[in-house]
């Protein structure tokens, strides 16, 4: 089992930049994929990014391509999500999770352990 805890959400107005991090404890996560997903009020939790273990394969929602950046560090048990040029549409909580298969997906079914979540609020 691992646990995953977020951190780094918070309030930003339009344009801005926030740093998630997500660190996990417990079972390694450095042979899984390690992904990010959000949900916003009244909706579904969504994919936002994905990353597999060595960091060579990485995919985006279209919706957060070219703005977000998904990245890794084994040694620390830490994955990361740099959100930049950030837009009231962005405004979610974001959750960590652990990809339950060994490729790149974008399906949330296919991830476990999520992490509780940081409130990313985007002011316009």
């Known amino acids: 089992q691992v646990q995953l805890v977020e951190s780094g959400g918070g309030l930003v107005q339009a344009g801005g930049s926030l740093r998630l991090s997500c660190v996990a404890s417990?079972?390694?996560?450095?042979?899984?994929?390690m992904g990010w997903c959000r949900q916003a009020p009244g909706e579904e939790r969504e994919f936002v990014a994905v990353?597999?273990?060595?960091?060579?394969?990485?995919d985006y929602a279209d919706s957060v391509k070219g703005r977000f950046t998904i990245a890794r560090d084994n040694a620390k048990n830490i994955v990361y999500l740099q959100m930049n040029s950030l837009k009231p549409g962005d405004t979610a909580v974001y959750y960590c999770?652990?990809?339950?298969?060994?490729?790149?997906?974008?399906?949330?079914?296919?991830?476990?352990?999520w992490g509780q979540g940081t409130q990313v609020t985007v002011s316009s």
């Open positions: 999770a652990r990809s339950r298969v060994p490729y790149s997906t974008r399906r949330r079914a296919d991830f476990g352990s």
């Open positions: 417990g079972r390694t996560f450095s042979s899984f994929f």
């Open positions: 990353i597999s273990w060595t960091g060579s394969i990485i």
